[in-house]
């Protein structure tokens, strides 16, 4: 054969990629190889495709219980929609906006537009204000006096508003959000990571408010602050990497699980194998190609994409991957409580599409109202039905969940549900309970994050015929995920067709 493109194409048939893990990152990554006509085979844990993207049937309504929407942010998201055919069934969440509660002196209130990562530009904005109270816009204000040498490289978020704007700003506005976001302190977040741009801004401008200013007019784009429909991720704690810019988010009629149920179906098409309900359990090195062991039969296979939560792929790659630390870092767990309730007081959307938590003042950390944020959800209901997702733990902290019955979770969450939307939700009111736990990665944003993930994919891409992806390396959040997973995807294949070419 002497034509390169057919020899190509020769190669790409008889090499066969194995992908374990059947997330949104497994199932790109196998996408982009079964695309050049690789032999693709998904091997997935569980009994069904999609990991945190997943749905359930709550008192006869199909809701995402996981991931509910994702970042528009560079259009990534939206891009694969199109691909798979879906891109007429996104949609924005309504306009609402969400709110903060638990506000010493205050109780509940909209989450103040004009801010990154909570952080106001404006400290007197009435609506930054009744959060802040007047003590707290003085010393917000503060910000604006300090003389600009006295702003040095702050790479902690907490640390940076803490002494630039003071406690109030730091615990009422910022905290909510990267607890929401990130299921993490702001002092252990690196603000060039949550906000790239930041810190160089505020030594331009001399402060914190002005960088603020400066940053939201050059991107031009909504924050998770003010963008009404950013409380999603903010709310579920699965943002994007850096939510700040482009903080706005889209759904899908149906739910985000269409987008899983679209990759399988086009998978099919493409002719990939993929098997539910097997576990990779470990990977051994062969003579030019790899033998994948799990609970079920082995396989052989070229090449290996792993594409697995942190400690599994730590655990499983170690043996393979010389460098590689197995150590599992302490990841956040998530728990949440999605139900179904007759509450005809919630059709007014008393908070928005959703509410944020001042951490320490709930035992929930925040709550979507999916009836009052998706149209297609309120469509599906019956009038006075409505549906909220109570999500429970941060990073440092077990739910408060985790030790309850389902019973016992759901009329927590219930009461929770009552006190976060001010209104009465009697026993009675409770249609259906469902309640999923997750353990998160640790955020991209971390402190010390990204030298941690750099080094485990140097040590990964040392090796031949293998490839890790996956929210732990791309950070959490589709609009993260899904990028990295395809350009893991692309390594891996040109490498494995060079090898073989
Ligand atoms: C509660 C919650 C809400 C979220 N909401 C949003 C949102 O609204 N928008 C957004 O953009 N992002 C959201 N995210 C983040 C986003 O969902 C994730 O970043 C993304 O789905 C992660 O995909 P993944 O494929 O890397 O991992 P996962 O989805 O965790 O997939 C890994 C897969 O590997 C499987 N597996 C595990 N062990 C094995 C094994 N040994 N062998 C084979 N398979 C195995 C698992 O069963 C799982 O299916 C949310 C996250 C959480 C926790």
């Not at 924005?92 to 952080?119: D, E, T």
């Not at 109030?168 to 909510?176: I, Y």
């Amino acid at each position: 054969m002497s034509d390169p493109l057919e020899r190509l194409a020769k190669h790409a048939h008889e090499s066969h990629v194995v992908v374990a893990g059947g997330g949104v990152s497994g199932l790109v990554a196998a996408l982009e190889c079964a695309k050049v006509g690789m032999r693709v085979t998904v091997l997935e844990a569980s009994d069904a495709f999609g990991g945190v993207v997943r749905s359930a049937e709550v008192g006869g309504l199909t809701l995402d219980v996981g991931a509910e929407s994702f970042a528009t942010r560079g259009g990534i998201v939206r891009a694969l929609l199109a691909e798979l055919g879906l891109d007429d069934q996104v949609v924005p969440p309504n306009s609402a906006g969400a709110w903060v509660a638990g506000v010493p002196g205050v109780g509940a209130a909209p989450l103040p537009k004009g801010g990154v990562l909570g952080i106001p530009d404006n400290p007197w904005a009435p609506d930054v204000r009744r959060v802040i109270g007047w003590a707290g816009a003085w010393r917000a204000y503060v910000d604006r006096l300090r003389p600009p040498l006295t702003i040095g490289h702050q790479h902690s978020l907490g640390a940076l508003v803490r002494q630039r704007m003071g406690a109030r700003v730091l615990d009422r506005l910022v905290a909510p959000v990267t607890s929401g976001v990130y299921s993490a302190r702001p002092d252990d977040i690196d603000v060039d990571l949550a906000a790239p741009g930041l810190n160089a801004a505020l030594t331009r401008t001399g402060s914190l408010g002005g960088a603020v200013a400066e940053l939201r007019a050059a991107r031009n784009t909504p924050t998770p602050t003010d963008a009404p429909a950013s409380d999603v991720p903010v709310v579920e704690g699965a943002a994007p990497r850096t939510p700040a810019p482009g903080g706005a988010v889209e759904g899908i009629v149906g739910g985000m699980s269409r987008l899983v149920d679209a990759l399988v179906a086009r998978l099919g098409e493409l002719g990939a194998e993929l098997r539910t309900g097997v576990a990779v359990t470990e990977l051994a090195p062969r003579d030019g190609g790899w033998t994948v062991h799990t609970d079920d039969e082995p396989l052989d296979a070229d090449a290996v994409i792993v594409a697995l939560p942190e400690g599994v792929a730590r655990r499983l790659l170690a043996p393979v991957v010389p460098n590689l630390d197995d150590s599992e870092p302490i990841a956040p767990v998530v728990e949440v409580v999605t139900l179904v309730v007759h509450a005809p007081a919630l059709d007014a959307a008393p908070r928005g599409t959703g509410v944020l938590t001042v951490p320490g003042s709930h035992v929930a950390k925040a709550l979507t109202h999916s009836t009052a944020k998706w149209d297609w959800v309120r469509d599906a209901t019956e009038p006075g039905i409505h549906v909220v997702r109570v999500s429970f733990g941060a990073q440092g902290e077990e739910p408060a969940t985790a030790t309850l019955d389902d019973d016992a979770a759901a009329e927590l969450a219930l009461s929770e549900a009552a006190a976060l939307l001010g209104v009465e939700l009697a026993p009675s009111a409770l249609r259906a309970a469902h309640r999923v736990r997750y353990v998160q990665s640790q955020p991209g944003a971390a402190i010390g994050r990204a030298a941690q993930t750099a080094a485990a994919r140097g040590a990964v891409r040392a090796v031949l015929g293998l490839g890790a992806t996956g929210a732990w390396l791309s950070g959490t959040g589709l609009a993260q995920v899904i990028p990295d997973a395809r350009a893991e995807a692309d390594r891996v294949r040109s490498a494995a067709l060079w090898h073989r070419g």
